[in-house]
């Protein structure tokens, strides 16, 4: 059973351009956690999604960020006009009973 | 409300010895206590998790102590080795909904 996975692992972006970042989760589960690590900070919520619906954005910026989690096919996080602080590690997690969180290996975002 | 308040920042035990790791919480809508483990350059790894129904909870040479009362719970970790080396962070979720963490703690095992 494959652990969740996450692609790219590494992503180089200049400042204006768009980022995705995909997150395929753990067989059979259906909710999908998006999280973000600065460098030396812990992690922080993004966006919670099951299968087509956003359950809480509470976590996401206002502007230039979206997700979705299509019926078919991985998780998305966008990050349209992409800005230096933009630079982190963001981690998708997922989750069969909405209690235990399985974290994928990140991808990392670099921006020039 | 939300936050989750984890000491030391930084902990430095011999082979052999006991780590111990703190939370705090003040939300008593918290109904899940996971830790997790995170080596340089991988996403976290989950350790061990508690409800508050229960005040202990032990898997291998890993123990969480939890006290609902004072809304505090730790991780010890028994005969610490020098590949428990780590970051580890505790987190806090209600309804199975977003997790809170603590800002992590990086441990150094010496052997």
């Known amino acids: 059973n494959a652990g969740v996975m996450q692609n790219p692992r590494h992503l180089v972006r200049r400042r204006g351009q768009e980022a995705r970042l995909r997150c395929s989760p753990m067989?059979?589960?259906?909710?999908v956690y998006w999280y973000r690590q600065l460098p030396e900070e812990g992690l922080k919520f993004m966006v919670y999604?099951?299968?087509?619906?956003?359950?809480?954005e509470s976590g996401m910026p206002k502007e230039r960020f979206s997700a979705e989690f299509p019926k078919e096919g991985p998780s998305i996080l966008r990050i349209q006009q992409v800005v230096r602080g933009d630079s982190a590690a963001y981690f998708c997690?997922?989750?069969?009973?909405?209690?235990?969180?399985?974290f994928g290996p990140g991808t990392r975002l670099t921006v020039l | 409300q939300q936050q989750v308040k984890q000491s030391p920042q930084s902990l430095i035990v011999q082979k052999g010895g006991i780590s111990i790791i703190n939370c705090a919480y003040e939300?008593?809508?918290?109904?899940?206590f996971p830790w997790y483990q995170q080596f340089p350059g991988k996403g976290p790894a989950l350790l061990i998790a508690i409800r508050p129904d229960v005040s202990e909870k032990k898997e291998g040479r890993f123990t969480i102590s939890f006290n609902k009362s004072a809304k505090q719970f730790s991780l010890h970790i028994m005969d610490s080795q020098p590949g428990d080396s780590a970051t580890y962070f505790c987190a806090a979720s209600s309804y199975g909904n977003k997790l809170v963490f603590g800002a992590g703690t990086i441990l150094r095992v010496k052997s």
């Open positions: 939300n008593t809508a918290f109904d899940y």
């Open positions: 997690a997922s989750s069969p009973t909405r209690d235990e969180q399985f």
């Open positions: 067989k059979g589960h259906s909710h």
């Open positions: 999604l099951q299968k087509e619906n956003i359950i809480d």
